[in-house]
């Protein structure tokens, strides 16, 4: 059974941080792309951040310079370092993991950043 679990939202004030987790099972961690999607609601889904298998990253301008994507392929598990954060990055956040044909996603992680 693949399974991706987030973990690590809550209520932030605006210039905090927060750091998302993302833990998988049933997959071959290693060898998946991975990547941070977010979705207010009423909105579209937004590529947020990923992360290659081989560990390069790239970013949607609107986090660029604030927030960073990594991984611990001991772990199974991929990370969002949220910094800087701003009231527009309130939304729900979901890990996603790609390899050729497979495709999943994790269930999401609610993120609000507000006084």
């Known amino acids: 059974q693949v399974q991706l679990v987030e973990s690590g939202g809550g209520l932030v004030q605006p210039g905090g941080s927060l750091r998302l987790s993302c833990a998988a099972s049933g997959i071959i961690f290693r060898v998946y792309a991975m990547a941070w999607y977010r979705q207010a609601p009423g909105k579209q889904r937004e590529l947020v951040a990923t992360?290659?298998?081989?560990?390069?990253?790239n970013y949607a301008d609107s986090v660029k310079g604030r927030f960073t994507i990594s991984r611990d392929n001991a772990k199974n598990t991929v990370y969002l370092q949220m910094n800087s954060l701003k009231p527009e990055d309130t939304t729900v956040y979901y890990c996603n993991a790609v390899f050729q044909g497979a495709h999943y996603w994790g269930q999401g992680t609610q993120v609000t950043v507000s006084s």
């Open positions: 992360i290659s298998s081989g560990g390069s990253t």
